[in-house]
């Protein structure tokens, strides 16, 4: 199996940064894509950025500029750095991440983290 290990959530101010951190743990997996989601009571899970194996990122529109998501390899980690927070990032944050994995036959799953709170409020 493998997990997801969020951090890095808090409140803090409006026009404030906080950078969340993921790690992957388990046995026998490989990487493919990896993702920030957020969720709002009474919302669909809205996906925030995603970065891809070859580190092609992509954003949700009302992050860019202000969001940056990066990723080790090597460490297998996808940090998202969220700068000039605005009361309306105020969600739940999740890590994901396709993952293929074996015990003999690969197969691909889709992983998610506990998730971690982000508060933006004066």
């Known amino acids: 199996q493998v997990q997801l290990v969020e951090s890095g959530g808090g409140m803090v101010q409006p026009g404030g940064s906080l950078r969340l951190s993921c790690s992957a743990s388990g046995r026998a997996f490989i990487i493919d894509a990896m993702r920030w989601y957020r969720q709002t009571p009474g919302n669909q899970r809205e996906l925030v950025a995603q970065i891809t194996s070859g580190g092609t990122t992509n954003y949700v529109e009302s992050v860019k500029g202000r969001f940056t998501i990066s990723r080790d390899n090597a460490k297998n980690t996808v940090d998202l750095q969220m700068n000039s927070l605005k009361p309306e990032d105020t969600a739940v944050y999740y890590c994901?991440?396709?993952?293929?994995?074996?015990?003999?036959?690969?197969?691909?799953?889709?992983?998610w983290g506990q998730g971690t709170l982000v508060t933006v409020s004066s």
């Open positions: 994901n991440a396709a993952v293929f994995v074996t015990s003999g036959v690969w197969r691909k799953l889709e992983v």
